[in-house]
């Protein structure tokens, strides 16, 4: 058999144009059998394909081997032929796994078993001098490049598939998210209908944490797959199912990557909307230094400041209604008795606590304790007045914590 002209490896034909001509012809009456030879040692060898009682399956195995093989013949015949529809077919044959949930792994090893076979009766065509020696390099080269384009082809195919799987499931976790976070709550059953097409199990109970995320600063983080998660909003949102659970807070930690945040309260399935409102009202108070940073806050450790500082225009309203008469002395002065009330109505009125409190003598407490009354009068001993005042002024303390400023 006369060999044609080689040409670059670069060309469209790449190494099946070093073949002689006319060698798919002498390799055409071999291939049956060699297509049978192939089929058993796939069944034989690849634990995924051994269903020799499905004859459905196993015809599909052959036409696949088959497939392979009269696809290399046609690629030795016209070297020059166009790839892409045969690209393509192995492109929807990794679709096809990835859509029924296999992986990889098997059909790959199914091709690489299928070059070696083929590769073996080839060498053995050569040893019964059916076949010339020096065809072997060529027809080498050409069939494991044949190997590598369709496990290539394969493999994008297969990719392509998955990625669109994941971008849906994201799609439906990203909605479920939303639905268990609105106000008014969605129905339990379009709860669990959404869960169980998001493959999400729906827990007993769950907390939705608001995290400080910039979208635009950095990457959105990998989170755990029991977790639901939007980073591409601010605050970014993360709901913790059954967040009690063993294990949960370690799991959380290591899905903020040391972000702010704070954890809203364990609520029922259909109450996250109040968790997330109590987690960003908390963030909020965390931005401004009235809660501390580091590490996650949780709202159940901190609901008495999240319930004064909740409206900061009731506060206002509460301390003008309350606490008018300190506006009677200076500033400093005005500082130092509204501490002194501050300790005397939260230690019971016991002066001798109050001192120790804020390191100063007894008798310095009765002094200030004397003007206050002269300011406020039968307010002072008013228990619903003494309440409110103690509200006000712990509120006004928070805030002044928070912005730095004095009393007033």
């Known amino acids: 058999m006369p060999k044609r002209a080689a040409v670059p490896v670069e060309e469209p034909g790449g190494p099946f144009n070093a073949l002689p001509t006319g060698l798919h012809h002498h390799l055409r009456p071999f291939f049956a059998d060699i297509t049978e030879e192939v089929v058993r040692a796939i069944r034989t060898e690849i634990p995924e394909y051994a269903r020799p009682a499905d004859d459905t399956y196993m015809q599909g195995v052959h036409r696949g081997v088959d497939h392979a093989l009269q ?43 299928g070059a070696r076979v083929t590769w073996r009766r080839v060498n053995a065509l050569v040893d ?13 080269e050409a069939l494991f490049l044949h190997l590598d ?20 499931l994201q799609q439906r976790r990203t909605r479920l998210l939303d639905l268990l976070t609105a106000d008014p709550p969605a129905s339990a059953e379009a709860i669990a209908d959404l869960a169980h ?40 949102v993360l709901v913790v199912p059954d967040p009690e659970g063993p294990g949960r807070a370690r799991a959380v930690a290591g899905a903020l990557h040391g972000r702010l945040a704070a954890m809203g309260p364990t609520v029922a399935l259909q109450e996250g909307a109040r968790s997330l409102r109590w987690a960003s009202e908390a963030l909020d108070l965390m931005r401004r230094g009235v809660l501390p940073g580091g590490e996650m806050v949780r709202c159940q450790d901190h609901l008495a400041t999240l319930l004064l500082l909740r409206d900061d225009a009731l506060i206002d309203a509460m301390a003008e ?23 005397w109505l939260q230690c019971g009125h016991n002066a001798s606590e109050v001192a120790v409190r804020l390191a100063v003598h007894p008798q310095t407490v009765r002094y200030r304790m004397r003007q206050l009354d002269e300011l406020f009068g039968s ?3 008013d228990p619903a007045a003494q309440f409110e005042m103690q509200l006000a002024l712990r509120a006004l303390e928070l805030r002044r914590v928070a912005t730095g400023t004095g009393a007033g």
């Open 321 to 343: 209604h309350r606490l008018r008469p300190l506006e009677q002395v200076r500033p400093p002065q005005r500082e130092r008795l509204a501490e002194t009330l501050l300790s």
């Open 128 to 140: 019964a001098d059916l076949l010339p020696r020096n065809v072997l390099a060529a027809f080498g």
């Open 197 to 236: 097409s998001a493959r999400w199990p729906v827990p007993r109970a769950l907390a939705v944490v608001a995290i400080d995320h910039r979208p635009q600063a950095a990457g959105q983080p990998i989170v755990a797959p029991e977790f639901l998660a939007r980073f591409d909003i601010q605050p970014a």
């Open 71 to 113: 696809g290399f013949l046609e690629r030795m015949a016209k070297p020059d032929t166009d790839w892409e529809p045969v690209k393509a077919t192995y492109q929807r044959i990794g679709r096809g796994e990835a859509e029924e949930g296999r992986s990889l792994d098997s059909f790959q090893s199914a091709l690489r078993l």
């Open 379 to 381: 307010q002072l001993h």
């Open 149 to 168: 384009e369709m496990a290539a082809a394969t493999t994008a195919g297969y990719t392509e598939a998955r990625l669109h799987a994941a971008g849906e």
